[in-house]
């Protein structure tokens, strides 16, 4: 958590002066209107990012003054992208040295805080996960998307996905009474799913992005599938199985975002399955279907309404 009001490094003033607003700045161009001075002491500190929901502090930041001032911050959202600063470029190579340095000691230090967050959410799912009761089949959100709730569990109105990553829990996925979703703060995403039915040698596993999308996948075929969540990860998932199911005929089924500039559904599938180079399928709308249609569960759900 950034501390405000805490110790301040033991730097000249007038250097602080300068180059804690200045690094600010680059802070508040990626982030937005901040009301902190960042602290120059060479520890990872950890803020609330305006947008975020309340209560999170999902930003770093790492700031050194001695030398030329050197920085790095980035936000645990941003799927491990993150940004370099320095007051000035460097002069000798002795000062290249010493931001290269400052650089790798942020690195280890953002690595290390990652390790932890999600060493801590991973338990904290497991623990959930055990206590937790068998879903109930009228759980709102599974009215709705006309699936059965399989191996999924409860605890109080949520409903509880589990996320693995080479076989083993490492996020929960909580889906609420009105549908919203919420992964466990600091837990891993990238390269994690969640799979129905069971994973067989010359036989089809599907790759798609919503829990509700692959039990509609699965019900329909009854083939394996692992869910990723979202678009952007459907590609690191295929990698992942690719290696540990070699033998497993892979299939991306893309959602197909109409309404959303770029489509990023089905243009994230089709450079998945590319680049995974294993087969593709993405929902076949008949003319008249409403556009606002966007995923396998949809076209399931309204298929049947028309019934």
Known sequence: MHIKNGARAPMGSACLEKVEPAF?????????????????????????????KAGTFNGWYVLHLDGIAAGAFGSWKDAGTWHQWSSRAAASPQEHEQLRQRIEQARRQREA???????????????????????????????????????????????????????????LQRIYLDGSKRFLSGGMVKGCCS????????????????????????????????????????????RRLQRRHPDAVLIVAGDDDRQTEGNPGRTSAIKAAAALGCGLVLPEWPTYAPATLSDFNDLRQWREAQA
Not at 121 to 145: F, I, M, N, S, T
Not at 207 to 216: F, K, L, V
């Open 113 to 171: 805080e990652q390790h932890q967050r999600q060493q801590a959410a991973a338990e904290y799912a497991a623990r959930l996960w055990r206590d937790a009761r068998r879903a109930d089949p009228g759980h709102p959100y599974l009215v709705a998307k006309g699936c059965r709730a399989h191996t999924l569990r409860q605890r109080g109105g949520a409903l509880l996905v589990p996320l693995s990553r080479d076989g083993v829990l490492v996020n």
């Open 195 to 238: 799979t129905l039915g069971a994973i067989t040698a010359g036989q089809p596993l599907y790759i798609c992005e919503g829990w509700a999308t692959g039990a509609s996948i699965h019900e329909e075929t009854g083939a394996a599938v692992a869910c990723a969540m979202n678009a952007g990860n459907l590609l690191d998932v295929g």
């Open 24 to 52: 600010r700045d680059a802070l508040q161009a990626t982030y937005g209107q901040l009301d902190w001075l960042p602290i120059a002491d060479g520890a990872l500190h950890r803020f609330h990012v305006p947008g975020d």
